[in-house]
Every structure is written in C-alpha cells, then in structure tokens.
C-alpha cells in the first residue's frame, strides 16, 4: 500500500489524481488541502478517509470541522498545516498540486523527511529551483514531473540518462489564440480565454496557456528539471498535442512520448514510477489522427514567452518577479479589470522596475513576489 498526500486536492490536478486514486487501490490517501473549497473537501473526505486535512484560512477549517464532526480527522489550517502533512511519516509520495508559490515551503519540509515529490506546483523550480533541486539530490529524493510535458521529457529520458541531451523539445498547443495578431486580441473576453483547445485545466493556467506564458514557465521548470542550458530547450506548437514533449541527443535522435491529452497517465506515472500500471481510456488512433503539424511559438504577438526566457536568463530573483507579476496581471484579468494584452506589459514593467537578488533565501524569494504584488497594485487601481 503506498500512501500519499496531496496539496490542492479540489482543484483540476488534485480531483484527477484522486480519479487515479479510485482505480488504484493500492493507493491509499493520508493527507488532503485546499485552499476554500470547503464543500467539496467534505466530499472528498467522506470518500477518501484521509487523517489529515488541512485548509488555507481558519473559517474555512472551522467550517469543515463542523461539516465532518461525526468523522475521525484532524483539521488544520494555513501554512503551518500544509506543512505538517508535509512531513507526516507514513506518507511516502507528496502530490504538490497547489498554486503559487505557497508550495514552496511544504515541498522543501518533504524533501527534508525524504519524502518524493509527485509535481505538479510549477512555481517551486520556477522560484527556487537552486534550492529546491541540490537538495532533492542531496536527500536522495524523487522529483517526478506531472506536468505533461515534464513527465513526457522525463518518461523520453528512460535508459538514456548517461547520453547527452542536445536539445529538449517543449510543445505547446498554441492556445485557443494561435495565429491571431495583437489587434485581434485586443478585445479579448475572459470566457474566450478560458476556452483551452485540448486540455480541461484551471482557469489560472488556462489563462496561462492562452497567453503562451505557462510555457515559459516551463522552460524555467525544465531547465532546473532536467540540468540543461536555457539555449538547449526549443518550444515548438503542436496544435494537436499528441507528442507531448521530445529529447534530441546528441547523435541526432530523437525520443518522444506520444499520447491523447490526459492529465491522469503523467499523474498515475508520477505515483507508480517506474512501473506502468493500466489505466483505461481512450488510445491514441494514428490512422484518425492523420498527421500532425509544428510550427515556430510567435513572439511579436505572444510576448509573454520571450519575457519568460529574459527571466529565466538574468536568472536569481527575476523569475520570481516574473511569475508574481503573471500571477498578479490573470487574477485582474479574471475580474475583468486588465486586458488580455496587457497581462505580458505588466509582466515586463514589473521586471524593469524590479532590482535582482542574485541567490535569493526562500525568505527574499516570498519578499520579492511581495514587492511585485506591492508594485502592481500600485500601478492598477483596484
């Protein structure tokens, strides 16, 4: 029986694992957070029984004590309950599913009780990869992607670890934007950019999707992920998302991880790793698909993955600053108070304006996505 906690159990990666869950009883869940979603953790409490719950603020956790009073389960809440599920001894994998970079601190408290980590929280590499990763080694612990495109480089990389990576290919479906310019997406609609052409994701990354910034998050992940230069890493759209992300070595060949879109085979990956359990489904059909085609990321119109790059190269303190700035400038746009367009332009001031830190704590990383959410608010009138 493997035991596993999960950090944003409600939201979409943590209700698909715990779909991985029902069809694996061999897994059996310990711990589960979230951030609000009171109703919904009651649900999952009553079926998944774990002994451990904990949610961000203490209305929330007073209210679902009340909810699940006839049940055996400790409520805890903020981050110093994230924490101690973090590091409970029975738990063998953590599943980081939160948003943010709350998912910092519990993922660095895991790897310390040697914990491996199922990730799925891209703001703990993209924000503190130096810390997070010689640690991970240093611990003997597994850091095993569940993002797709992650697990598909890290599945690719199977029996070739000793052979030198020449370049890692990062797809991108393009978003429900691909080929429209900057004056057509002016007047874009937030339910236009919730509407993800192949994946069922949360509105935040969806967002993300649309703006082509999650994939420069991605490479920011990648390169701390898998020990590669920013300059060895090529997005390349696949509209289709079928191949889900490629190695090129250094001979010229290529392996790649094929697939139907399905957050739950990188996540079920993830948990068993290395062994591949069956999981059904739907299969990928070549002879419906047909053929598949790729083409350059646009930058002039998507800037936001270049700017992701500039972060990732001037490195230290930038891609925090990078990532509070896009976390900020989607959260306005969701209320309907930024335009699409100008989430990249608040992400680019906020870097101008910004003064790196060269190797920044976990303490100056938290005060830097402070003072880029200080900056912003500043800057949009709320």
Known sequence: MKKIAILGSTGSIGTQTLEVVRAN?????????????????????????PGTVAMWTEEAATELRARV???????????????????????????????????????IAAIRAGKDIALANKETLVTAGHIIMPLAKERGVSILPVDSEHSAIFQSLNGERENRIEKLLLTASGGPF?????????????????????????????????????KGLEVMEAKWLFGVELGQIQVVVHPQSVIHSAVQFADGAVMAQLGVPDMKLPIQYALFYPERKPMGGNRLDLFELGSMTF???????????????????????????????????????????????????????????????????????????????????????Q
Request: charged share 25%; proline share 5%; net charge negative.
């Open 69 to 107: 009073a006839d049940l055996d389960v400790k409520i805890l809440w903020g981050m110093e309950g994230l924490l101690e599920i973090a590091v409970l001894p029975e738990v063998s994998v953590l599943v980081t599913a939160v948003v943010g970079m709350i998912g910092i601190k519990p993922t």
């Open 25 to 49: 009883p061999e897994l059996q869940v310990s711990a589960l957070a979230a951030n609000s979603s009171v109703k919904k953790m009651e649900e999952q409490i009553r079926e998944f029984c």
């Open 178 to 214: 691909r080929g429209r310019t900057r004056e057509q997406l002016a007047d874009i609609g937030v339910e236009d950019a919730l509407k993800h052409p192949n994946w069922l994701m949360g509105r935040k990354i969806t967002v993300d999707c649309a703006t082509l910034v999650n």
């Open 295 to 381: 083409e350059r990321p646009d930058l002039e119109n998507f800037p936001g993955l270049e700017l992701a790059y500039r972060a990732a190269g001037l490195g230290g303190s930038m891609p925090v600053v990078f990532n509070a700035a896009n976390e900020r400038a989607v959260a306005l746009f969701l209320e309907e108070k930024l335009k699409f367009v100008q989430i990249p332009e608040l992400i680019g001031e906020a870097m101008e304006h910004h003064r790196r830190i060269e190797d920044p704590t976990v303490e100056e990383i938290l005060a830097a996505e402070a003072e880029t959410y200080e900056y912003i608010a500043g800057r949009i009138k």
